[in-house]
Each structure stands twice: as C-alpha cells, then as structure tokens.
C-alpha cells in the first residue's frame, strides 16, 4: 500500500463458494473481511460479513480496538424466519465503559 507509513495498514479478503444443491438450487455461501489499523498508535478497526443462502444466515461485525481496549458488535438475521438479534463483546472494558469508549473513537 503505497504511501501509507508510521505502521497504517489496510487488509480486504473475501471467500464464497457456490454449489448446486440436491434440489437443483444454487448455495452460496461468502464471507469478506475489511480492516484499516495504525499498529504504532494501536488503533484499529475491522468490518466481517458473512452470508448463506441455504441457511438464509447474515451475520455482519464490526470491531474497534484502542490500545488494550476493544468492542465487538455481531449482528445477525435470519432471512427464513426474520428473526435478529445482536450481541456485543468487549476487550479491556465491561459494558459500563462503552460510551466512554466511543467517545474517545472507538
């Protein structure tokens, strides 16, 4: 990555796999991952996606990472049956310093 020094980093990856299924259907399934970081400043920051159409699964995290703090929030749907729900980790904090956290650009 040209011009990005001072420990900037930048990663993109992305997987899918497509089958016919017994039913005569195509499956596919996909996963990508996004991250962008400064290792010398230990900020960073990731976005996940994932995706299956047998399932009818979609998941989609985002991460942030500030020195030794971090939060993780995982979104996920089921197309099949609309049900959702989320949920939410955290790396050198507890749920009480979350908005602290964000404040500071995490």
Not at 12 to 18: D, G, L, T, Y
């Amino acid at each position: 990555l040209t011009g990005m020094g001072g420990g900037q980093y930048a990663c993109q990856s992305f997987a899918m796999c497509s089958r016919t299924g017994p039913d005569g259907k195509v499956h596919t399934e996909r996963f990508a991952n996004s991250e962008v970081g400064n290792r010398a400043r230990g900020i960073r920051e990731a976005q996940q996606a994932y995706s299956n159409s047998t399932s009818g699964v979609d998941k989609m995290g985002l991460e942030r990472q500030l020195g030794d703090q971090g939060r993780k929030v995982v979104r996920e749907r089921n197309r099949h049956t609309l049900e959702e729900r989320s949920s939410e980790m955290f790396k050198g904090l507890d749920e009480s310093g979350r908005d602290a956290f964000d404040r500071r650009g995490g």
